[in-house]
């Protein structure tokens, strides 16, 4: 195993049967030394600055029905909304203050929004805030789209791949769903000049070693900029409310994992991560992550955007979210940064 882990750290990417191996058959001292190498290479790249980006939930209608989402169509116990352009901007003006210097805008797929409106949202907050970063994650879009967002000024996109097997795909999603379109997506994203975000759910159902395999791949080959991955946390409103959650230990060594393969690469410690334990955020950024993503939008709209059961910070003001992370971060020798915090080639 140590082999392997020093392979992976000089990048010699694994193949699938030892990424399986590796995987399945860690000792607590490889894990050690996993998360010590990994936490290493992300101090040679970032020191102890964690980057922070500032998250606003603007829709949680969506067209989707993916089996694992709480906001789900099929959900007809959550009540929907979604921001006004003023709401929106409300949130960046608050966020600013507070240091953030990247905006997430994220939301389900909500077919009523049009592109235009993304495109006078995309508008104003570059107008308003021209020294910050504007990422949009709102899912599935085609070529044109993308683009017009791209020429709108928005320079991010994160799209989880969610997983790169085809089957464990449709496990996970109805048939009107397809990987390789989301593929697509991805690929169009880069093509565009986006910087791009992709990432798996760990230990969602159905999800084999093999499929981390393939998910670790896959990455490898796509080489984004960034990948969000946390723990499959089930929602009661859901098909997989029975289904067994994520665990912390495997999610920390994906992290690792993942910094060793891919160096340079922005990896958030997320949110679900610190709802399956209360200290899962720093022993993500111990385990290599780099990133860590609290929530701007208005506590009022917060519950109603529970992608899994238990979300935290649903109660919390953007303000003292944004303290209390400085507090953890400090608390294990990091600092927050303020600045856009781009993706750097090597
Ligand atoms: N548990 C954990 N993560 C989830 N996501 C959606 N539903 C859940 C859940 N039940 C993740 C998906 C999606 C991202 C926005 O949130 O990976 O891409
Ligand atoms: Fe939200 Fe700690 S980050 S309360």
Known sequence: MRELIRQLEEERILT??????????????????????????????FDNKVYTRGLIEF?????????????????????????????????????HKLGFRTFVLQGGEDGRISDDEIITIIHKIKEEFPDCALTLSIGEKSYDSYLSYYKAGCDRYL??????????????????????????????LKEIGYQVGA?????????????????????????????????????????????AKGT??????????????LPNVLLPATTALGTI????????????????????????????????????CTGD???????CLERRMKKIGYELAVDRGDFQPI
Do not use: W
């Open 199 to 243: 990432g798996f759910m760990v230990g969602s159902p159905y999800q084999t070693l093999e499929h981390i395999a393939e998910d670790l791949l896959f990455l490898k080959d796509l080489s984004p900029h960034m990948v969000g991955i946390g723990p499959f946390i089930p929602h009661h409103e859901t098909p997989f409310a029975n289904q």
């Open 317 to 323: 003001e953007a303000a003292e979210c944004r303290f």
């Open 248 to 261: 912390l230990e495997q999610t920390l060594i994906l992290i690792s994992v993942i910094r060793l393969m």
């Open 159 to 188: 799209l989880r791949h969610e997983t790169a097997n085809e089957e464990h795909y449709r496990k996970l999603h109805p048939d009107n769903l397809s990987l390789e379109n989301r593929k697509q997506c991805l690929r169009n």
């Open 16 to 45: 699938k049967e030892e990424f399986v191996d590796l995987l399945g058959n860690l000792t607590a001292e490889d894990e050690i030394v996993l998360k010590e190498r990994a936490n290493l290479t992300s101090r040679r790249y």
């Open 277 to 312: 334990h209360p200290n899962g955020r720093e022993m993500g950024i111990l385990a290599g992550a780099n990133v860590v993503m609290p929530n701007l939008s208005p506590t009022n709209v917060r519950k109603k955007y529970e992608l899994y059961d238990n979300k935290i």
């Open 59 to 95: 829709t949680n209608y969506c067209k989707n029905d993916c089996y694992y989402c709480g906001i789900r169509r099929s959900n007809r116990a959550v009540e929907r909304y979604k921001l006004t352009m003023e709401n929106i901007l409300d949130c960046c003006r608050e966020g």
